[in-house]
């Protein structure tokens, strides 16, 4: 089944995603047991009836896209991000979820630093929206993403995603650099004030809420599982141990459905001052407003479709992360701080959760809101200094 995903920009709310199903292919007992016990590998979200279908309100919140946090890693943190990844496709029985339901597509994978785990969009529907085929693909734009400083593991993780990519021994291949390995330290964690979207909600009464009828099943209060419906996804090895299943099969697969992703406009509504800038074009790109040694214009050079990421160089990692890097020792500037996306309307800038926010023309972003830039404003990234122009060549 084909759905659509809209994104919804809030400068107050936050951004947040939106998809909607026909009410009869709601799957009612993976919804009452995801309300019940949500995991965590699951973009908060909560649901309405809205005309005879379910609209589901996804919130963002402090969780980035993985895109915008692409690097290096060290191996225990680059095996434990597949972890995260692919775990939860094996284990969603436990909640009555079919795994074809959730939207494999490296571009709505979205990451927890505080955390370091991986969470999914999830569309409980008893028709599905992906596949096997969705699932090698999206491995495969992940292995683009992140890199590790251990060659031979990269290689080991490129050939099992090209060969005939079986997500149980490539977790099985992963266990010893999970479990040998050192722990890494992450960043400080981000906490997000009034966040309205901590756990899974509903908008309607009880007697009003799609899951009311399904309640009081013996099944679902016990604990018992489902078979799942897809011809991909094999049954739980009954084993009564935490083991992971084996959900893929060889079977030929029918065509892949399409996700369309469509956009609701911004909320660009705030009235702002625009600083006077130099009628020299110097580039696209943001020109140092202050008067201290850090540099004095960071060039943005995208392409439409492309992202240019912004933050403070890591001496732990020893290497690039993002397309700019201040110095190890600029104040108030995280490690992965911002992101200056291009599209067909211009250029927008996103705060990924950083611990001391960006600011446009002195307003502070919600985490992971784009706000649409526009020559003169003027950009902070923390508030230590780091005041730059954005300049549209």
Not at 316 to 335: H, M, P
Not at 374 to 393: C, I, K, L, P, T
Request: glycine letters at 8%.
């Amino acid at each position: 089944m084909s759905y659509e995903i809209h994104y919804k920009n809030d400068l107050l709310a936050g951004a947040s995603l939106v998809a909607r199903i026909p009410e009869e292919v709601l799957d009612k007992k993976a919804l009452y047991t995801i309300n019940a016990d949500r995991p965590d590998f699951l973009l908060p979200f909560r649901y309405r009836n809205i005309d005879g279908h379910v609209e589901f309100v996804y919130q963002i919140g402090t969780h980035n896209k993985l895109q915008y946090i692409s690097g290096n890693r060290a191996p225990k943190e680059y095996a434990g991000l597949w972890v995260s990844i692919l775990k939860p496709l094996l284990t969603c029985g436990d909640w009555f979820m079919d795994p074809c339901a959730f939207v494999l597509n490296a571009e709505y994978l979205y990451f927890n630093k505080a955390k370091g785990t991986v969470s999914y969009i999830y569309i409980p529907s008893a028709e599905g929206c992906s596949g096997y085929g969705a699932l090698k693909e999206m491995a495969a734009e992940v292995s683009k993403l992140i890199s590790v400083s251990d060659a031979a593991l990269e290689n080991k993780v490129l050939r099992a995603i090209m060969k005939d990519f079986n997500p149980n021994e490539f977790l099985q291949m992963l266990k010893a650099y999970t479990e040998s390995q050192e722990p890494v330290q992450q960043e400080a964690p981000v906490i997000e004030e009034n966040n309205a979207y901590v756990n899974v909600q509903v908008f309607t009464s009880e007697t009003d809420d799609p899951c009311h009828t399904d309640i009081h099943e013996p099944e679902i209060l016990a604990g018992g599982n489902k078979k799942n419906r897809s011809g991909f996804f094999g049954k739980k090895k009954e084993t009564g141990q935490e083991e992971i299943r084996d959900i893929f099969d060889r079977k030929e697969l029918q065509p892949e459905p399409q996700v369309n992703i469509q956009s609701f406009p911004l909320l660009n509504d705030v009235n702002v001052a625009t600083e006077k800038v130099s009628s020299e074009i110097i580039g696209t790109g943001l020109r140092y407003a202050g008067r201290s040694s850090l540099p004095r214009f960071i060039p943005v050079e995208i392409a439409a479709g492309e992202i240019f990421t912004i933050g403070r160089f890591d001496s732990d990692i020893g290497k690039q992360q993002s397309s700019f890097e201040f110095d190890k020792k600029t104040k108030a500037v995280s490690r992965r701080h911002a992101v200056i996306e291009r599209d067909g309307t211009g250029y927008k800038i996103i705060d990924i959760s950083s611990s001391a926010g960006t600011f446009v023309n002195e307003q502070k972003l919600p985490p992971n809101t784009p706000y649409s830039l526009q020559r003169g404003f003027r950009v902070s990234f923390g508030n230590s200094g780091a005041d730059y122009v954005w300049e549209a060549g």
